[in-house]
């Protein structure tokens, strides 16, 4: 199961975003293609907050327009939402734990949890999920 990270999905939709095309590419690849894609809530939700941010985009979607894109990579039959399971909330703490971590890297840990919890790989350009031992992840923009 691909589980991607927010950053991939905000610069497949940003234009501005100086690894856009590569990120918009994958994306589209990722859609098209079969195997399983879970997407976190807490993805989601930093999705919308981003590209909503006035401050953060010369060109904000509206949360209609984010929620169009939601929709429609969830109208594919092979991506999901993830949510958290009975096992979740342990497995983000020992992730904090044993790296010792834990403030900025906490959304990271709870996707990587969630990606183990349901046998997937995290996707992103974001090397701090190497910190986390044993969780499977792959930057596809290099």
């Known amino acids: 199961m691909i589980v991607?990270?927010?950053?991939?999905?905000?610069?497949?939709y940003d234009r501005s975003a100086p690894a856009h095309r590569k990120?918009?590419?994958w994306w589209e690849s990722v859609l098209s293609g079969y195997e399983p894609v879970g997407l976190p809530w807490v993805v989601v939700l930093?999705?919308?907050?981003l590209t909503t941010h006035p401050?953060?985009?010369?060109?904000?979607?509206?949360?209609?327009?984010?929620?169009?894109c939601?929709?429609?990579w969830l109208a594919c039959g092979h991506v999901r939402?993830?949510?958290?399971g009975a096992d979740t909330f342990h497995r983000f703490f020992e992730l904090l734990t044993a790296g010792s971590v834990g403030g900025?890297?906490?959304?990271?840990?709870?996707?990587?949890?969630?990606?183990?919890e349901h046998g997937g790989k995290v996707y992103s350009n974001d090397a701090d999920f190497g910190r986390f031992a044993g969780v499977a992840w792959e930057n596809p923009l290099q």
Do not use: G, K
């Open 23 to 25: 990120a918009r590419a």
């Open 104 to 116: 900025n890297l906490c959304t990271d840990a709870l996707i990587a949890a969630l990606a183990e």
């Open 81 to 84: 939402l993830l949510s958290p």
């Open 4 to 12: 991607p990270d927010v950053n991939l999905l905000v610069y497949a």
């Open 46 to 49: 930093a999705f919308v907050r």
């Open 70 to 72: 939601v929709d429609s």
């Open 55 to 68: 401050t953060l985009n010369d060109n904000p979607m509206t949360v209609v327009q984010a929620r169009d």
